[in-house]
């Protein structure tokens, strides 16, 4: 197999990993908990807190999901891609994304 078809798959899962993830938080199914959601103290300390962020941040992270898959298609078509600039390409925008989700969702998170 083909190393940058395998890791198109790796970051097609991941980004539909991330999909995955991020549904029941978009409809409110995940209750205050210390192991699934946007976990600080503020939002543990309330369900009136708890749901909306946590919807924000599944809205957010389904952005990303979105955004990693796009980008693993994307890239993966380049042609003459590398698989060294792929993976790096691939990784950073995974990885910023997850810092954008997470500040844009701290910064909702003060509204409350």
Known sequence: M?????????????????????????QRRVPPNNWYGFRVPKTLSSPNIWYPVNEYSGKEMYKTGLRVILAAFALAFVPGMKLDFYVAACTTILVLDLFRGLIVTARYLRTF
């Open 2 to 26: 083909n190393p940058l078809f395998s890791m198109l798959i790796l970051y097609v899962g991941l980004g539909l990993m991330f999909l995955g993830i991020s549904v029941p938080l978009i």
